[in-house]
T-cell receptor, first 113, second 111 residues
């Protein structure tokens, strides 16, 4: 199993550009989520999903959209990139039932200039 | 979710036990204590979790005080590869997907 796969690993955007960060998991996990991590800080939740077709906002959702059309994929869309969105983005997944661990991807390092 | 307080940094000699404390004095009865770590800039890695009983797995032990207001993560024989930022998180299980990461403890294992 590949676990949680994020693409791309690195990206540079110009202010105002849009892009989609990809996240895929092959563990049939119901729960998926997106976090961002700014330098010297912990992770902050952007959006999450408890299953296909269901998404909800986290702590810092502004400027980001998500959708969950399949169990495997949970893309994060930046509508109009801003320098404040320069960060490292992590995707995570876990099973729904029980008290379980979250599995994280290796991150996407995004720079907006 | 209850807030947690951790020391910003700790050192530990290689081969010794690393004891990482966490204060969660406002924890609710249905909140679990989780520990994750982040090595360099990689994605966080799950270590262990518990509700009120002490827990042990192949990576670490988790000691939760009887009043559940604090806990200690123990890495029994620290190696250089254990150098990382360790996060203590408390959260309810069902219906709450958010893992509230603070700034954690930066553990440095010294040769």
């Amino acid at each position: 199993n590949a676990g949680v796969t994020q693409t791309p690993k690195f990206q540079v955007l110009k202010t105002g550009q849009s892009m989609t960060l990809q996240c895929a998991q092959d563990m049939n996990h119901e729960y998926m989520s997106w976090y961002r991590q700014d330098p010297g800080m912990g992770l902050r939740l952007i959006h999450y999903s408890v299953g296909a077709g269901i998404t909800d906002q986290g702590e810092v959702p502004n400027g980001y959209n998500v959708s969950r059309s399949t169990t495997e994929d949970f893309p994060l869309r930046l509508l109009s990139a801003a320098p404040s969105q320069t960060s490292v983005y992590f995707c995570a997944s876990r099973v729904r039932q029980g008290n379980t661990e979250a599995f994280f991807g290796q991150g996407t390092r995004l720079t907006v200039v | 979710d209850a807030k947690t307080t951790q020391p910003p940094s700790m050192d530990c000699a290689e081969g010794r036990a690393a004891n990482l404390p966490c204060n969660h004095s406002t924890i609710s009865g249905n909140e679990y204590v989780y520990w994750y770590r982040q090595i360099h800039s990689q994605g966080p890695q799950y270590i262990i979790h518990g509700l009120k009983n002490n827990e042990t797995n192949e990576m670490a032990s988790l000691i939760i005080t009887e009043d559940r207001k604090s806990s200690t993560l123990i890495l029994p024989h620290a190696t250089l590869r254990d150098t990382a930022v360790y996060y203590c998180i408390v959260r309810v299980d069902f219906g709450n997907e958010k893992l509230t990461f603070g700034t954690g403890t930066r553990l440095t294992i010294i040769p």
